[in-house]
């Protein structure tokens, strides 16, 4: 069974500076996506960014950035100049794409971002 | 608008009393399927449906069913809500669970069984 770990519960960084959160996932397949949704207090899921396992090129979004490293099974999000509106929640997301069930969640990382 | 719309938002219910969560989106999607959210656990997939009249069971479909009848629709039902269902929860929709698309979340449902 997939399984997505993020270790760090809370982070917190100051405004203006970069700040990286860890994931790392359990799988035996080689092709699936991986994903970083933000969940602000508002608690609506939103997707930050999205990765294509078969890829090698890390994908970007603006201040967000991802480092794979799919022999180690490792999804980090970077996420640069911090502002104050990043603080959330945020989610490391795992889908098979042969089975295409459903999307596994890690545990969730809470990042402050002061002023 | 392309959303996907949950309601209520919030409900407090007491134990055994049936109630409905409903779940609609606009987009056309096939997939859609729901999750509930528990501090310190994340998010955990409660049913799916790959399309009409075919639904699954996730990781934790104890005490829920679901249906499907119409392909933008996908009501959460709890016919005898216990103290263990309080919990947020998400509907969500994608186009094509097979082409890894992004899911669309609906605002969530706050529910507290009594």
């Known amino acids: 069974a997939q399984t997505v770990t993020q270790s760090q519960p809370e982070m917190s960084v100051q405004e203006a500076e970069t700040v990286t959160l860890s994931c790392t996932y359990d799988?035996?397949?080689?092709?699936?996506?991986l994903f970083w949704y933000k969940q602000p207090p508002s608690r609506q899921m939103i997707l930050v960014i999205r990765?294509?396992?078969?890829?090698?090129q890390n994908a970007t979004e603006n201040r967000f950035s991802v480092n794979f490293q799919k022999a180690a099974k490792s999804f980090s999000l970077k996420i640069s100049d911090s502002q104050l509106g990043d603080t959330a929640m945020y989610f490391c997301a795992f889908m098979n794409w042969q089975a295409g069930t459903a999307l596994i969640f890690g545990k969730g990382t809470t990042l402050s971002v002061s002023s | 608008e392309a959303q996907v719309t949950q309601n209520p938002r919030y409900l407090i219910t007491v134990t055994g009393k049936k109630l409905t969560v409903t779940c609609s989106q606009n987009?056309?999607?096939?997939?859609m399927s729901w999750y509930r959210q528990d501090p310190g656990l994340g998010l955990r997939q409660i049913y799916y449906?790959?399309?009409?009249?075919?639904?699954d069971k996730g990781d934790v479909p104890e005490g829920y069913k679901v249906s499907r009848k119409e392909k933008r629709n996908f009501p959460l039902i709890l016919e005898s809500p216990s103290p263990n269902q309080t919990s947020l929860y998400f509907c969500?929709?994608?186009?094509?669970?097979?082409?890894?698309?992004?899911?669309?979340f609906g605002q969530g449902t706050r529910l507290t069984v009594v």
């Open positions: 969500a929709s994608s186009l094509s669970a097979r082409l890894g698309t992004e899911a669309f």
């Open positions: 449906s790959m399309n009409v009249e075919v639904t």
């Open positions: 990765q294509e396992a078969y890829k090698q």
């Open positions: 987009m056309n999607h096939e997939y």
């Open positions: 799988t035996s397949e080689s092709n699936y996506y």
